[in-house]
């Protein structure tokens, strides 16, 4: 026969596991609904000034070759002088497709 006690524990013991079950679901509802937003809002922003910092370095090392192309241009002559300068305007055409292969 069953007594007072085993009725009692019986009766905690269901609640104690219903109370781990509102605990994890409390626990992903959280995970889901706060952190995963704020997590992808940062890397959202992490990688739009990423963008915007690479774009600003890749114009940069632009114009730089654009400068060194035209002073092998005017300090240096023939043909060797071209193929140079026709390369180096080439590979600086290059710099704003590689922003574009960031994304």
């Known amino acids: 026969m069953a007594n007072v ?8 013991a269901g609640g104690e596991e219903a109370l781990r079950n509102i605990e994890k679901e409390l626990e992903r509802s959280f995970i889901k609904d706060i952190l995963a937003p704020a997590k992808k809002a940062r890397i959202s922003t992490i990688e739009k000034d990423t963008e915007k910092y690479m774009k600003i370095s890749l114009l940069s090392a632009q114009e730089s070759l654009k400068e060194v192309s035209k002073n092998i241009d005017s300090s240096m002559k023939g043909e060797f ?6 390369t180096i305007e080439t590979k600086s055409k290059e710099y704003p497709k590689a922003l574009n292969g960031t994304k």
């Open 81 to 86: 002088s071209t193929k140079v300068v026709e």
């Open 5 to 12: 006690f085993d009725y009692i524990n019986d009766f905690f």
